[in-house]
């Protein structure tokens, strides 16, 4: 079975880093694009950052140059490392992987409050 099984989320001031694992299971992980997305209160999902199988990467214009999306082949893990956070990117975040057929995880909600 297909698993995508987020990790690292949680409470962080603003200012400070977290970051985010996306374990996958059951797919050949080298084959798929990976990234997250994450959806704030009251507002739609957006796509924070993605990395292709080959390791190009791509950022949401807010979060360019604070967040590095990478991967682990080897660890069948995608992870994103979050930095300066701001209250601003409090939301779930959820880890994706595409290729023939997508899949998403569950999410994990981090929180950037004092």
């Known amino acids: 079975q297909v698993q995508l099984v987020e990790s690292g989320g949680g409470l962080v001031q603003p200012g400070g880093s977290l970051r985010l694992s996306c374990a996958a299971s059951?797919?050949?992980?080298?084959?798929?694009?990976m990234g997250w997305y994450r959806q704030a209160p009251g507002k739609q999902r957006e796509l924070v950052a993605r990395?292709?199988?080959?390791?190009?990467?791509n950022y949401a214009d807010s979060v360019k140059d604070r967040f590095t999306i990478s991967r682990d082949n080897a660890k069948n893990t995608v992870y994103l490392q979050m930095n300066s956070l701001k209250p601003e990117d409090t939301a779930v975040y959820y880890c994706?992987?595409?290729?023939?057929?997508?899949?998403w995880g569950r999410g994990t909600q981090v929180t950037v409050s004092s």
């Open positions: 994706y992987a595409v290729w023939q057929t997508n899949y």
């Open positions: 059951g797919i050949l992980f080298s084959n798929y694009a």
């Open positions: 990395i292709t199988s080959g390791g190009s990467t």
